[in-house]
């Protein structure tokens, strides 16, 4: 199997923490999400909490300053030394260089970043229907799902450019059955 030092990366409601889910079993690797980190803070209401609930409300991303120290803390544990799944983080240029930096310092590199590739549509139509299963608070108000994409398009999706070079982006058609795409995915590694 080659590295198992992944990003999974795509627009939001691309199925990431689907798939998140699967994947790390099939790597057996520590499942790294920057939303589920901002969640469990906001539920606990600690400081940070606080912050970012400011933010992912209104479907804005969390300052890199914060997330970046958040996610540094996460990757210098030792059950990150064989491997890891990180869903939701880079979201932004900065990020990305800056995990390429918290990585070199930790003598890492990274091997994939699975992009799953999903039409804006579609994006939009799956968002407004998670709203109705889940309950989300980012998801429910169609404003706060149309801020949520423009960041996307604004911040995150640049990362792709910012990887291409490296040859490590692999590019995973998003639409099909939640299986279909795993098949896809696992392909990756196989
Ligand atoms: P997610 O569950 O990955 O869609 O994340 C939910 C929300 O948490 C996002 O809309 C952002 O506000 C925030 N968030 C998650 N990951 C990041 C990140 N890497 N950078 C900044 N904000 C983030």
């Known amino acids: 199997m ?73 990757l210098g544990r030792d059950d990150m030394k064989g491997g890891f799944l990180l869903d939701g983080f880079p979201r932004s240029v900065p990020q990305a260089e800056a995990l390429d ?23 939009k139509a799956r968002l407004a229907k998670r709203a109705e299963i889940e309950g989300r608070a980012d998801d429910a108000d169609p404003k706060v799902i149309e801020n949520r994409l423009n960041t996307y398009k604004n911040q995150s999706e640049p990362c792709l450019s910012y990887y291409r070079p490296q040859n490590i982006v692999r590019d995973i058609d998003g639409i099909g059955s939640i299986d279909e795409i795993f098949g896809r995915i696992q392909k990756v590694f196989a």
Not at 101 to 123: Q, R, S, T
């Open 101 to 123: 930096k918290i990585l070199a310092e930790l003598g890492i590199k990274l091997n994939h970043v699975v992009n799953i590739a999903v039409a804006d549509d579609e994006v």
């Open 2 to 74: 080659s590295g198992k030092n992944v990003v999974l990366f795509g627009p939001p409601g691309a199925g990431k923490g689907t798939q998140a889910v699967k994947l790390k079993d099939l790597l057996s690797v520590p499942h790294v999400s920057t939303g589920d980190m901002f969640r469990e803070n906001i539920k606990n209401n600690t400081e940070l909490g606080r912050t970012a609930k400011e933010y992912s409300n209104s479907g804005r991303l969390v300052p890199d300053e914060v997330t970046i120290a958040m996610v540094k803390d996460r």
